[in-house]
């Protein structure tokens, strides 16, 4: 790798994230189902079928994990505490097996030294709510709070931060709207219900967590750069239209108590009753903000109903996700969200990294350079004075990617699906030699 450590200002936190349901196994330790379980139940949603009952089985080997998070030299772990193992209809009672994990799992990062940041949610809805329509109900922030009462009850005298939610576009914009996530739906309606009740939510469980003492609170939102086809009117409109569901809808409500005007053309008769009077609580304080960064898309005008516009191939090199590589999109998003935002609010690059094929055992360059390029851009925004405290690598582990299965392999280390052993890649070895200069 070309960074080093001491290159970071002093104090900078280096990490790596993962999530409950891409980990953990879903059928261990009495969890819940999920509605991402029923969602990889129906054919053509994911991959093969594939789902994250057993996963990368790091409810029984997070010890070697953890292990591998600390010898790789990080000083903080991401990672994310399930709703369903917790509380495995959503409401009501309690896992005690669950409530364990999460109190063990808490300590063993104490243990070696890597500070805990919890995100509350990364998006295994307990069955049991996706039934009473799941974010789409207005009720849904209120069961959030209860459980962010419980699993904080218990583990939040100990985290070193925590943030509600995951990637509140994929939670509204992804599931409801384009329906390529759990539970699968495409309804203006239902995305707009969806979108103000995870901010919602976010400001309910920040409340709970203020209350029960806790420090250090944020929101991590994910960001893509739009990138307009050409150098028409019209393309500029479309990749604006982009940019305000992606990148301004979620800011817009936490830091300025109001949502793009372009999104309200379309939103406004859908959204839930109430709404305007939503904002004090949902611009509860926070202490940071979280930003997960992988890539640009190229946005051109299209026929259709609103947003009619589409995603077009783009010519930079990509990803075995298919994303364009774009490093010049993270320290933009820095940059921009510091100044019109949040205006010296600590930043934490909470996200970044990239999928790349089954290299077991060769070299894993393309890893290796997209790590440096990205560091390189957060690096130039420091030294522009944006307040950036942290940067995370994701992920730790391959793991279980959602709706394409256990293909696109995102880990420092490798996972064998069929026996569950770990090989740090190449790309782990050299981040460790550099996290040690
Ligand atoms: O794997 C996901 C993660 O769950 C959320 N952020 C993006 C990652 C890569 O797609």
Redesign the pocket.
Known sequence: MRFKRSEFPEGFLFSAAT?SY?IEGHGFGGAGKTHWDTFAATPGNVVRAEHGQRACDHYHRFEEDLDLARDLGLDAYRFSTSWARVMPEGRGNVNPEGLDFYDRLVDAMLERGLKPQATLY??ELPVALADLGGWRNPDLPNWFADFTEVIMGRIGDRVFSCAPI??PW?VGWLSHFMGHHAPGLRDIRATAHAMHHVLVAHGRAVQVMRGLGMKNLGAVC?FEYAQPVDNSAAAAEAAGLYDAYYNRFFLGGLFQGSYPEEMMVAFAPHMPQGWEDDFDLIQTPIDWLGL?Y?TRKVIAPADGAWPAHAEVEGPLNKTQ?GWEIYPEGLHHFLAWVHENYTKGLPLYVT?NGM?NADLLGREDTERMAYLDDHLDAAKSAIAQDVPLEGYTF??LLD?Y??AFGYEKR?GLIHVDFDTLKRTPKASYHAIAKALSQ
Request: hydrophobic residues 30%.
């Open positions: 999530s891409q990364h998006w995951n990637e994929c994910n997960n992988y996700m996200e999928a994701w992920s793991n990617e959602w995102f």
